[in-house]
């Protein structure tokens, strides 16, 4: 089955403390993103990738790193988290580089940082 | 600045009604339109998508009208059934590139009356 795969769903966690959140396609796909949803303002891009390697600054990606060592994965990396970065994370992955075709999401991660 | 917005933040439908979900974007160049589907605790879901060379696109019980002229595009489904509750978002891009930018809206939430 065509899905991304997003790990962990939920966790809670302290400010100051490293984690990561992983993101896997099995699609194949070129382009990867990864975005934030918070309360009335829709979804955020943070970063997104168009290949191996190949990695860009999205609209928010203050606190925010990536990765793009193999095509299938693409792991959002926050250093040091503070509780304003609480929030619903998505990653989506397309067959593309162009815009203008749909994205594939994952079904989310929840983040509480305390 | 950009924007896609909705009219409405909720939408109230009979079981069996149609219901029409509005959506207004500000940027005249865009030129690619999606609508997606989050149903609860799940990453959004590609419904349609409109091209600024149409302005209608039918699926299956959904269809996608864009008026250009207003900067105005609608998600129509036809013989609302329970599982179409959901938050429904509309997004744009310009252009084709990987880099273009993708605007979503903040969403409207619809329910089902029985």
């Known amino acids: 089955e065509a899905q991304v795969t997003q790990n962990p769903r939920y966790l809670i966690t302290v400010t100051g403390k490293k984690l990561t959140v992983t993101c896997s396609q099995n699609m194949n796909h070129e382009y990867m993103s990864w975005y934030r949803q918070d309360p009335g303002l829709g979804l955020r891009q943070i970063y997104y990738?168009?290949?191996?390697?190949?990695?860009d600054k999205g609209d928010v990606p203050e606190g925010y790193k990536v990765s793009r060592k193999e095509k299938r994965n693409f792991p959002l990396i926050l250093e040091s988290p503070s509780p304003n970065q609480t929030s619903l994370y998505f990653c989506?992955?397309?067959?593309?580089?162009?815009?203008?075709?749909?994205?594939?999401f994952g079904d989310g991660t929840r983040l509480s940082i305390l | 600045g950009e924007s896609v917005g909705l009219h409405l933040p909720t939408l109230s439908v009979q079981e069996g009604d149609n219901s029409i979900i509005n959506c207004a974007y500000s940027?005249?160049?865009?030129?690619?339109f999606i609508w997606y589907k989050q149903e609860s605790g799940k990453g959004p879901q590609f419904i349609i998508d409109i091209r600024s060379n149409m302005d209608k696109r039918q699926g299956q019980r959904v269809t996608v009208l864009l008026n250009k002229t207003v900067k105005h595009l609608s998600l129509q489904i036809a013989a609302t059934q329970p599982g179409d509750s959901a938050v429904y978002f509309c997004?744009?891009?310009?252009?084709?590139?990987?880099?273009?930018?993708?605007?979503f809206g903040s969403g409207t939430r619809l329910s089902i009356r029985p």
């Open positions: 997004a744009d891009s310009t252009g084709y590139s990987s880099a273009s930018k993708i605007i």
């Open positions: 990738s168009m290949n191996v390697e190949v990695t």
């Open positions: 940027n005249s160049a865009s030129d690619y």
């Open positions: 989506a992955s397309r067959a593309g580089a162009g815009s203008n075709q749909p994205q594939h």
